[in-house]
């Protein structure tokens, strides 16, 4: 795809893998962030638009639908149309992380002051407000069914919590954190890579004595990427390596 790596921050894909929205950086601090949405087949541009606080859009995601885009942008969550590229709705809270629900129908801003708001996708009206975390929300992630919700911290926890009830599961200590794709697991680096029974938190494996920096299943949850290795989840045996990645480098945790 043409362009893809000037000045490059951000890539997402939306959920049936048709299309990628791409965030570039302005090398000039004072102009705003470009978002640009892709065919990721063709690698045509579909459409282009400007953020509206310079250098600041800091997390993205599709909704299932692929109409709609959610972006943290600045202080706010803005809506945006996938295929226009036009505003629809401004969710004021310090955004720092959003998610849809794999049904669409909920979303759910992570905060600078440690809560997440769950909102009604389709009014955009506040629903419920989740608090516990001290630190600010890194990455929020919910699992493929939408049973479960992982919220990771910059107090250096993890929470797991029952989307549909809200009321929280786990908490988890670690340096990075990954949640399968199927709800079952949470994988925690540490000393090594441990594996959690995501609701009950009970210990299943480890191994690896490395300090990990970075975690993502894929699609899967048969393969985890450790830093750039891949391995069985099962055996812990090492599968192919790829590339030395960061926590802020992960874009799939599908």
Known sequence: ???????????????????????????????PSEVKVWDFKSGQLLNKTQGGVPNKIQDLAFNANN???????????????????????????KVTTVA??????TLVTGNQDGTMQTWDAITYSPQN???????????ITFSRDGRLLMSISQDG???VWD????????IISGNSFALSPDGSIVAVAREGIYFLEAESGTPLRKFSDNRTKALAFLYNSQIIL????????ATGSTLYRTFSISPEDVIFSL
Do not use: M
């Not at 849809?100 to 129908?105: K, N, V």
């Open 1 to 31: 795809i043409r362009e893809l790596d000037t000045n490059l921050t951000s890539l997402s894909f939306n959920p049936d893998g048709t299309k990628i929205v791409s965030v570039h950086s302005n090398q000039s601090l004072r102009q």
């Open 67 to 93: 109409k709609n885009i959610l972006i943290a942008e600045g202080d706010n969550g803005i809506i945006r149309d996938s295929r226009t590229g036009l505003i629809l709705q401004t969710l004021n809270r």
């Open 100 to 105: 849809f629900s794999p049904d669409a129908r």
């Open 129 to 139: 407000t989740l608090s516990g975390h001290t630190g600010s929300i890194r990455r």
């Open 157 to 159: 926890t993890a929470r």
């Open 163 to 170: 989307a549909k009830s809200w009321r929280p599961l786990q």
């Open 226 to 233: 450790a830093d750039g290795i891949a391995y069985d989840v």
